[in-house]
């Protein structure tokens, strides 16, 4: 994997919004070539939109050739409910920037076979000729998506009920009223996403210090369904200092020592604008 | 752009970009999307229909609100709705297109205290209909009088005046003639009989308002609890404000006011019917109700001198509109932009709440805030591109751009 150590939550943010820009641009996409990017919701990758939509009014970055498939959506929350994640998604991205309609894929939380729903995701996800970069977060208990502790990690796109760590986290979006949080979610699985060619993980704060921990410098495990990741062959996870507080100092001296070698990824950024 | 692929019309979306647009009490950066002369939806656009905008225009930062409504206005541009002519039509088509520069889109033409003859020709000729570019829709008429008392007449004609004490709504009926198309009716709520009258109006889904009158407290709180929800130009032709009997302005902190309805009040914030300190105290004691008006004249619009206003000769000097020899004021030559501009110099409040005294409370006063007086989705493109200091850029109606008549005004 690539640790990438920034020292807070925008330098983080911009590391994998120019990162973001850089694989779209370098793809070339065009007619007929889309380039597939997996995307999250919840508050860590709310600074990366936002630079990905200035990119994007800056004339950088166009999203015309780039086909979305967000990783998860609650189940039973009317879909324009201020929390649901499809507003989420419109509110926080797809507003701002000119993606075709029909290329940005939710899980619809309120069909009327949720299976089928979930099936018919992942053979979208086939169709478009699978993610080129799937861009997740990590939950407090180690889950990516919705797959919570105990998911198997060759799961694929499939209902699941939240476990009360989710509950408990989520509860912030409404009004602190526990039982006015969805108890379960449509969500891709850990298979899904390994099926990804690149995977980016963006975990920030120090509340994400032991599920960090727990993915990266102890086993592959079921119950911290993050850790799967170490293996697939493309992995990168882009923190902020304070997510690296439980990791060990030698963990972090080497990956801080390869920041040079990151930054090439990132620097130059490139830019979709006519140069003179 | 991007090729659309709209399910549920194929009606062009336009997108206005670049703005910041008033909705739900704030001013937010949000892009205003209209398909069909109503306010569409995006989000819904976006997920339900996999459709986007098939033309986007940029608005260069400006402040777009609904459309202002003027529920009284007696004329302008020297025309006089009271007057009876063989062709009102004409005159209400010349003052609805003129006022679309002044960021009206919707307003009720006004009759003044005259005799039954003049209402029984002008009111059957007067019909309610949609704005466009023909000028600003016609939500119905209001009749100021002749119901009125005769000590708080201001302007309105003394031999005119009747009163309903013998017949009550038969009397009303029989001097206007036709109520098809009357949307508001200022009465004074003292006199015999008004109780009556007012429920029968209300009744009807006529809006009944309080005015011309030296009715007391009780009396106000009485009216209110038959129905009357407005009061005609809050200060003037009434008995002042006292401590032991505010009067009609005691409305405006009453707690004999029925649960769920709120009492509306007009100002003519032209800076000459009230002192600001006035127009502040009224804003603060009630801020939700307060609905902004012009009682514009015949001659606002046009160079200082004498007009008509119905059976009465006034004459303006600049901004000053008083019975011709007297120090009685009657009507004014605000505009309705000018009266926004200066309800917020002189209050102090936010562009948010002047801008939605003459938008959503008149739109709430008649009851159709569900389809104007805001930017809610599903409601009439009625709005206005404003600059910073609420001048009007653009009026639009039924999202077509109404004025400028030429090409996008930015």
Known sequence: MRLVILDDYNLASEWAAKYICNRIIQFEPKQGRYFTLGLPTGSTPLGCYKKLIEYHKNGHLSFKYVKTFNMDEYVGLPRNHPESYHSYMWNNFFKHIDIDPNNAHILDGNARDLQAECDAFEKKIEEAGGIDLFVGGIGPDGHIAFNEPGSSLASRTRLKTLAMDTILANAKYFDGDLSKVPTMALTVGVGTVMDAKEVMILITGAHKAFALYKAIEEGVNHMWTVSAFQQHPRTIFVCDEDATLELRVKTVKYFKGLMHVHNKLVDPLYSMKEEN | ?410
């Open chain 2, 1 to 410: 752009m991007m090729p659309s692929n709209k399910s549920v019309s194929d009606a062009p979306i336009v997108q206005f970009t670049n703005c910041q647009i008033l909705r739900n009490h704030q001013l937010q950066r949000e892009d205003l999307w209209v398909r069909e002369g109503k306010i569409l939806n995006p989000e819904k656009l976006f997920f339900d229909e996999k459709g986007s905008a098939d033309i986007q225009l940029d608005c260069k930062n400006s402040i777009i609100a609904p459309g202002f409504i003027d529920v009284q206005i007696n004329g302008g541009f020297g025309v006089d709705f009271s007057l009876a002519t063989e062709d009102i039509k004409s005159g209400i088509s010349l003052v609805s297109q003129k006022i679309l520069s002044h960021g009206v889109t919707s307003f009720c033409p006004t009759l003044v205290t005259s005799p039954p003859s003049v209402y029984h020709q002008v009111l059957p000729q007067i019909s309610i209909r949609n704005g466009g570019p023909h000028g600003a829709g016609i939500l119905g008429v209001h009749l100021e009088g002749p119901f009125i008392s005769q000590e708080k007449k201001g302007a309105h004609p003394e031999h005119h005046l009747r009163t309903f004490e013998s017949g009550a709504f038969q009397d009303l009926l029989a001097t206007y003639g036709h109520l098809g198309c009357v949307r508001i009716v200022t009465l004074a709520p003292e006199m015999k009989r008004s109780s009556e009258v007012i429920q029968e109006l209300t009744r009807r889904g006529i809006c009944v308002s309080l005015g011309h009158s030296v009715a007391n407290l009780s009396q106000a709180e009485e009216a209110v609890q038959q129905g009357a929800t407005f009061i005609t130009h809050l200060f003037n032709a009434m008995l002042p404000f006292h401590h032991r009997d505010p009067g009609i302005v005691g409305l405006l902190t009453s707690d004999q006011i029925p649960a769920g309805r709120r009492v509306f009040y007009g100002m003519i914030s032209d800076g000459i019917h009230t002192n600001p300190a006035a127009l502040r105290i009224a804003h603060r004691a009630h801020p939700k109700g307060l609905v902004l008006v012009t009682d514009a004249i015949a001659g606002m619009g046009l160079a200082p001198g004498k007009h008509t206003l119905g059976q009465q000769v006034i004459e303006v000097y600049g901004m000053n509109t008083y019975i011709a020899g007297t120090k009685t004021l009657s009507g004014s030559v605000a505009t309705m932009d000018s009266c926004v501009r200066h309800f917020l110099e002189a209050t102090g409040c936010t562009v948010e709440m002047a801008l939605e005294a003459a938008s959503l409370h008149p739109a709430q006063l008649l009851g159709i805030e569900q389809q104007k007086g805001t930017l809610n989705y599903d409601n009439d493109a009625d709005f206005l591109l404003l600059d910073d200091s609420l001048h009007v850029q653009a009026t639009y109606i039924s999202g077509v751009q109404v004025w400028p008549q030429d090409t996008f005004a930015l």
